[in-house]
Every structure is written in C-alpha cells, then in structure tokens.
C-alpha cells in the first residue's frame, strides 16, 4: 500500500520534508510506502536545493489539495491565509492534514478540528511546536491518564538565544538582536519573536492538548523581551536565576459546572540555576510538563530548522500512515490522535492568579528606604524572600526585591504605593519568578 | 463502549494503576471507558493501600487472562517467570498486553513480539525504561522519519543517586549505597543496578525500538558503578566532567546485506558538564536521541515510582483502547504501536568501536614519567587530550589521562604497554569519556 503525500511549500521545512521522503534507507519502513504526487510553489522557475520531476510542481495550491492521487495534506507554506482555506478545503475533500503552521492553529484550530472530526479526519501539529522535539504526541498519548497541573516551556528559539547571549556576555538586547538577524536566528521583523506572540500561539496549542479545551489566543497576557535591560539579567544571575521567555498553562481548579480555569501566560521568568529550564540554552527549546501522577517530565531538543521540522512533519504523516492500515480510510478516528477538545477551559482573571516577583525600584540612598517599601509589601501582605541594595552612587541606589508567591492584584496594590514613595524615584523594572 | 482491565499483581504499580482507574475525573475521557475487571494477588488477605471490591481478586493469575471480562492483560508482577508465560497466554487467548517488565521484554522480547504479531494483538512497554517518561511511543511513533544515530541515557535511578550524592559530598561508594537502601531507593541485594544489568535490560529494549530490530541482551559489554572510587568522582569534577552510568546504542554503520552494526555498551562515563545528560541528577532518568535529520532531542523525568510508572502504564492501556476505536478488536496492527522488527541488527566486536577514554595511573614521582606514558599511547596512535598529574608524595604520583576518540583495540594496547612500564605502578581507573 502506498500512501500519496500533497505539499503546500517547498521552503525550508517542505524541503526537509521532501529529503526525507526521497531517501528511505534507514528509516522506518513505513518511509517507504509515502509517495510524494504533488507540490504547491510559488515560482516554478526559482532553484531549488534538491531534485524534484518538475511535473510533481504546480503554482496551484488547491490543485494539490484536489489531486485523486493525494491522500495526506501537508501545509507548510505559513502565514494564516491562504494556509486555512486550503486546510479547511483539504478537511472537505477527505484528506488528513499535517501542518507546521502554529499560527493558523492557533488562532483558527477550534474550527479548523471541528471540520475534521466532521469529516472523520486528522489534523495532527506535531511541527506546530518546539520544531522536532517529540512534544504533540506524548501530550496526546503518553500522559493522557494525568492530570496536568502545569505545562512551561522555552518555546520561542530566538529569544532563548538573545536571553542566553545577554547573560553569558553581559550584552545589550539590541546587540545581540542584530547580531542573531545577521545570523538569519531572528527575522528582519522580529516582533512575533521577540514580543511573545509566536510563544502564546504555541502555549494556546499546548495548553488545549494538555487540559483538553481551546483557550480563547488573544486574551493570553503576553510580555517579550524587548523591554529587558541587561542589568537586570546581571542581577538575575547575582541572584542565583536565568533569565528565560517562559509559556505557562497552569490549572487554577475547576468551575462548579466542569469549566477547567487555567492561568496561561508569556513572560521573561527568572528561574533559578538548579531548575531543568535554566540549563535550555541557545537555539534549543523544552518544554516541562508536570502531572498527577507522572511528576515531571522535560522533552528537550531543537526548536527550529529545516531538518528537526521535517522530522515532526514526516511523524504526523506516517502516524496517519499507521493507522489507515488498522481500518482503511473509512475507518472510526483513533480519540486520542485526533484530539479533540473533552472539557471546556477559560482563562482566569490575571489579578487573582499568583506569581512570585522581581522588582527593581530606583531611589534615593537614605537610610529607611527600604523599610518603607517593605512596609508597603506589609500592608497588602505580600511575602518578601529577599530585598538586595546593589548599587549606591550620587546619592541614589538600586533596589531589587523577590517576593515569595503573592496574588498579583496585592502584588499590583503594593507596587502603586511604592511608586508613590518620595524616596522612589523609578520602577525600573518588574519581571516573574519561579 | 467499556474495555475491561485485567491486572497481574498489585503492588506499588499495580495499585497505583488501579487508583488511576478508580479516579477518571480530570484525565483523558477515555480512562473512564476502562474498567478494572479482574487482579490477580498473591495474598487475598493482605491489606491493601486502596479500596477494591473483594470479588475482583483472585490468587489465580491464568484467571485474570482467561477472563472474557478482561480484554486488556496489565502484567506488572515482575520477574521472568510466570511473566513470561502469563504474557504468551494472554496473547494466545487474543488479548492485548501492556507491561513494566523489562527484563522479561530485555530477555524474551523477540518472542513475545513474534507470538503477538502472529496473533494480531499489541504488546505495549512504555513503563519498562525510564517510569513516566515517554520514550517508548516517542522512539516508536515521533522519530520513525530518522536515521538513529546514537541512544544514550541514565536509565537507573538508583545509581544515578549515588553517584549524584558522591559527585555532590566527595562520599564513598559503599556509604552512598548503604544510605541508598535505608531509604528504599536501592534493593537488599544491589547488584541489578549497581553492576548496570537493570541499564543494559533497558538499553536493549530502547535499541531494538531505536534501530528496528533485536540485540543479543546477553552480549552487550556491562559494566557497573561498584568498583567506583570516590577519588575518580573528585578528579573529574576537577577536569569539568560529571561521571554518570551511561547506557548507550550507537550505529556503527550497515553490513552489505543490510544488517545494522551496533555499538551497545552500559558503563560509568565522564559526561561534561555542560551537557544535557550532566545534570540529571537524583533517581531521575533522562535519554538523549539523536537522529538524522532530527538533531539531538532529550527525554527527562521520574525513572522510577509508583505514580510515574503507572502514568505510563495507563497511557498504553489508553493507546490500545484509542486505537480500537478506529476498527475495532479484529483489525489491522498499527504498525508503529505494534513495532515489529524490520531489519536484522548485530552488535559489533567491541575491540574494533572507538571511544574517549578517562585513565588514572599511580607511578612514581620522577622526571619523565609522563614522555614514558606519552610515548606508549603514541606509538598506538592513541590521541590524547591531557595528562594530569595530581597529587605526588612519598615519591608515587598521580597522573591522569583523557584520550581523544580511539579505536578500542589501540587503547588497550597502549595500556598493556604502560602496565609494563617499570614507573606505573598500578592502573588504577579506567573509564570512559563522552
């Protein structure tokens, strides 16, 4: 039995894709059985880095999608449209699809998983995130019998690499930003990078895999890294942490009605030295995901790259590969493959959820500042770990403040009086801990 | 639609797979289609730590497997045999089996794997390396688009909490494991773990996973942690390594008629500190893979444990549960769940392998010693990376030697030559280097 494979793109990760599937050898066998029937690009004429029969290439994307001989739809052409029409006009035809594309996931995955499950179809995303670490399935297959307390991760490679760049150097933020574009790690536009944007995408993902329900994309507080200074990843480390762009999706209970409440997030978290997370560095990504009963498990790898991508993607297909031959196309969908959203979920209110803090006010150098702002902490009790005066010069200093967990509308409160303090003369800045 | 649990043994995994069970709410829906049919117990009268209807039990384990009730076999007895029977009778009866027995899979698994390919049904172990992470699925379904060129890992807890505990306080062996076993995390009687045949069990079942085929269990080199001396710990530390007892699978290559050489060892290796496997640290395992195109992806978490092995456990339940949904209990085989062998593979004579190596030399204190050394490795063309001598009073010295990768053979051949030396007076460690 062979299976045709439709591809839309032939970039980095479709290239990748199609290496694989042109070199069998060594590979599983099922490898062996992927035909690949037709390619979308955009310019038949432009080089490509390997060897295709230019009759498998159309500029025609929907021409790929209605092709008899093509039973698997692979997407990894990016952007949101038209990746989600042709998704949905894949779904209709019949045809499973395999995408790398997190956004379209992201933003459109409710109605792109309804259409499938329609349809009797999968739409699988192992790609979607943490490029070829194996995180997808083991959320769908191997800790489907826990309960998932927390999911966090290093999901976004650039900033991991301007984040560890900052603190093994010292570096500034805009040093290394231009330096990782001219190394093509960051994109001309980095903003989805660097801003958290391609982080949330990807925690939306993960968070509806793990608590079984779609969170609302747009709603997730979302902070990057373009604000931190490198002062404050010196203090950082002084302290005992890293400085990391963390995704969280925390359970916060469940309603009376069944409504799963999670805390989902993107912000830079310092993490001390001794957790797995502070030891990602560079281009790599991991994700932590704890559970009860499993404890902690960390899947680690390559977040990105033509190579790790394909990986996944080739995964997605040969799973659907697997399968057909339990059933034939027409059979039932395998529940846990195709994923589909058991429970619903919400997002709790930020101000009720609760974080541990770092701080670090600008003030005067006088005697009682920093008993007046632990008083302030008093007053809407919230706990300080430790409270450090690093620098005093022309009669000003810097002070930096960890708090122990607090809940963020107290936090917030205590924060607006301390502003407030004569002997204040900035909050110059203000980032989570774990 | 319910599937009906059969449960052999229920000690810590087998009650922490029944309180899985027993508590659905907040986990995959599908656990609450599985229901606990039968288990059979040594002693009905012993107390157990969670309630279960009497009439469930039974001291007849061919009972559980004949059962009609019981659609799903759960060997988690441990021990070759009755396992092994056990296994082959549930099979033969039709049923699916999962099992956290790896030394039955690391001993009989070729067996069993042709018994439950011939009759159509799945023998899942996703608990039998490495307790509740996922590596088994992972290396079965996530990386089937890879060529494999290396598994290695920490795969047992318990001497990775003793050479942790001597890395981190300069401790003896001996001490350590004494501790190790006042608190549970090691046996009575050690030796499985300590001497690396537990790691070799589990390497052999990861290889047979990772390359598509089976290796000799019996022939793969083993060596464990036992003879370690804490002063070995100490002068890796020093020269920026962590020793940990590596079990490792490696592709050396393909025979002309298709058979994969393996190079398959267990051993205590220095790892350098900055890489991932160096700070696995405590009972906890972690398995690096890598793989073309995929890149190096890492696997982390709890190896051992009641809750974490029953997670696992229970996502194969829920794996063969899912997939019966896509054609019922007559279908095809997943060829990815199912894993069957697809190429011969052989382990390789070790002489001929290349590794790094660490040496540790007493010779006397005089000028010299060290061209003497130099010149034996040299005339092998042995590389070396440093010498190092440590310590020197009463006339004796301390040198210690990293080599660059050499071939086997060579290296020993070298040794044999500096044993003879008349400054060496002992060889007094020697281990591996990654």
């Known amino acids: 039995m062979t299976i045709g494979i439709g591809l839309l793109g032939l970039g980095t ?16 066998p099922l490898v062996d059985q992927l035909r690949l029937q037709r390619v979308a690009v955009r310019d038949l004429s432009r080089p490509r880095p390997l060897e295709l029969d230019p009759a498998l290439l159309t500029t025609d994307p929907e021409a790929v999608v209605q092709d008899p001989a093509v039973d698997i739809v692979v997407e990894v052409m990016g952007g949101l449209e038209p990746a989600r029409s042709l998704i949905l006009s894949a779904i209709a ?31 699988l995303i192992e790609a979607a995130v943490g490029g070829g670490i194996p995180i997808i399935e083991p959320l769908k297959q191997s800790l489907g019998a826990n309960r998932i307390q927390r999911v966090s991760g290093i999901i976004n490679g650039t900033t991991n690499y301007i984040l560890t760049r900052m603190a093994d150097e010292g570096a500034l933020y805009g040093t290394v930003l231009a330096d990782a574009q001219a190394l ?28 079984g329900g779609g969170v609302e994309r747009s709603a997730i507080p979302t902070e990057g890294i373009s604000g931190l200074q490198a002062r404050d990843v010196s203090y950082a480390d002084q302290l005992g942490f890293r400085v990391k762009l963390l995704a969280v999706a925390q359970s916060e209970g469940t309603d009376p009605d069944g409504t799963e409440q999670l805390d989902v997030r993107v912000h830079p978290t310092l993490v001390p030295k001794d957790h797995p997370l ?38 997605d297909i040969l799973n659907i ?7 034939g196309p027409s059979a039932g969908l395998d529940p846990l493959l195709a994923a589909g959203s058991w429970r619903r979920c919400r997002l709790v209110d930020p101000a009720v959820t609760r974080h541990r803090n770092y701080l ?23 706990s300080i770990q430790s409270i450090v005066q690093f620098q005093a010069s022309g009669g000003e200093a810097e002070i930096v403040v960890i708090t122990h967990e607090v809940q963020e509308a107290r936090f917030r409160a205590a924060l607006t009086a301390i ?16």
């Open 321 to 327: 590969a697997g399968i057909r031959q339990v059933g």
């Open 184 to 211: 093509g790690y960051a994109e001309a536009d980095p903003a989805a990078d660097v801003e958290g944007g391609d982080a949330a995408d990807k925690i939306a993902i993960l968070a509806g895999l793990a608590y």
């Open 419 to 434: 502003a407030a303090l004569p002997d204040v003369k900035a909050v110059a800045a203000c980032l989570r801990t774990l």
């Open 360 to 382: 670090r006010l600008q003030t005067t150098d006088q005697a009682g500042v920093i008993g007046r702002i632990g008083s302030c902490f008093g007053q809407e009790e919230v």
């Open 13 to 28: 990760v479709g290239a990748g894709v199609a290496a694989i599937l042109s070199a069998p050898a060594g590979r599983h």
């Open 93 to 123: 035809a019949g045809k499973s699809v395999v995408t790398a594309n997190k956004a379209v996931i992201a933003r459109h995955g409710q109605e792109i998983a309804a259409a499938a499950a329609a349809r009797g179809v999968y739409v």
């Open 278 to 315: 502070a030891g990602v560095n560079g281009v790599n990504n991991a994700i932590l995901v704890e559970g009860d009963p499993v404890g902690r498990v960390m899947f680690y790898g390559p977040g990105a790259g033509a190579g790790p991508t394909a990986s996944a993607v080739v995964a």
